[in-house]
């Protein structure tokens, strides 16, 4: 797309009220004569390559109740004066190269509806007059560098349904009243320094559809109405301190499909209840304690395409019931305490790439008609107590590394030497190279036998002394 500036004499438009060039390839900066439209009523510039500083004489346009200036290529900070402008109600200067503190004076502006300034270098607090505001429906800050404690109040008034305050560098308490309105819909505030309890509050968020709170410090355990909230498609709760039990609540999120709590402090028994939720893809329950058995009704989940429970405290088989799962890409079971054989419906997972079942107390035959079918990608073994002869393909999949720490495991000669492993040779199980240099050898040790008894009877036949035939027959 060819690139053009705006022309200065734009502001020859006296009674233009909207102005809409989004994505019309604008570069340079915007003319000053822009800002003498005084009827200018919504500007929308988003999506160019305009540059220079955020244009300080935009408070001159009284008028305005929109500012669209998102993916751009502006600098500088938000002049304060831009508060004087009390019939805002949607300011987006988002993906700019925008910096400094955000004016206190924003934090006044009653009429805002949306406030979204994300992927900018802004840093220092949130105005506190965010928290007194009474029609904020969407409020967007993420991959900033603002910090501090959140405002108290924010949410208690306003009808929010959007909050994406992720990735910056709050801290203190969670805030409490974001769902205070039952009207919440996203709800996105990881990668921050948030700590103590999650709120019971947002138990109340039944509209809620994303639930992203990971990696912050929070601790304690999750309100129980939180795990059962009906229209929730995304839960995740990683990397904090999380502990306590999943409910059975988890049977009615019957709208989820990525469920997150890797590396937190959960315990107890995975809920069977999990089975029921027909439209989970992913489940990553890794970096726990959960203990006991891996539910058998997890087979039921016919969408499920990563299942990760590695690194808990889990205990007994393997379900067979795993082999249903039809859609399964990733498996990771690795680091617990589970024993049994490697299930045969494994061979059914035709669409799995990647498996992991390392340290745990696997025993049995491996049996590579479980596995030969698969097409993976990644194969790990490793520290079980697997036994048996490791197939070409198998070895392939997985190298040496994926065997290691199975001392019932061996590769036939002619495997090491072709593929270089470093497992160990199958004793007791000849290959066929050695039966065939066995029969050969065999064969060759029959004819001299057979010539040197031919030669012998051939010697007393000549009749050179009945004595000597005598003796030489003896031997």
Known sequence: MMRVEIPDNIGNLKNLSFIIFARSGLRGEI???????????????????????????????QKLYKIELFANQLTGEIPPDLANLTLLQEIDISSNHLYGKLPEGLGQMK?????????????????AGFGDMRNLLSFSTYRNNLSGEFPANFGRFSPLRIIDISENQFSGGFP????ESWKLQFLLALGNKFSGEFPGSCSKCRDLERLRINDNLLSGEIPRGIWGLPKVVIIDFGNNEFTGRIPPQIGTATSLTELYLVNNKFSGKIPPELGKLANLGKLYLNGNDFSGKIPSELGALQQLS???LEENSLTGSIPAEMGKCAMLVELNLARNSLN??????????????FLNLSWNTLTGSLNPDNLKILKLSSLDLSMNQLTGIVSSNLLQMGGDKAFLGNKGLCVEKSLKIQMHSGLKVCRGNNTKEELLLFFIIASVLVVILVGFLVAIYRECKKEQGRVFCDKSLEI
């Open 176 to 179: 409490k009243y974001l769902c």
């Open 306 to 308: 990563s299942l990760h």
């Open 31 to 61: 003319p000053e004569s822009f800002f003498e439209i005084t009827t200018m009523e919504s500007l929308d510039f988003s999506n160019n390559s305009l540059s220079g500083n955020f244009p300080k004489s935009i408070t001159k346009l």
């Open 340 to 353: 049994g054989n490697i299930p045969e419906s494994f061979s059914l997972l035709t669409n799995l790439h």
């Open 111 to 127: 009429n805002l509806v949306t406030f979204h300034i994300f992927k900018n270098n802004f840093s220092g607090e949130i105005p």
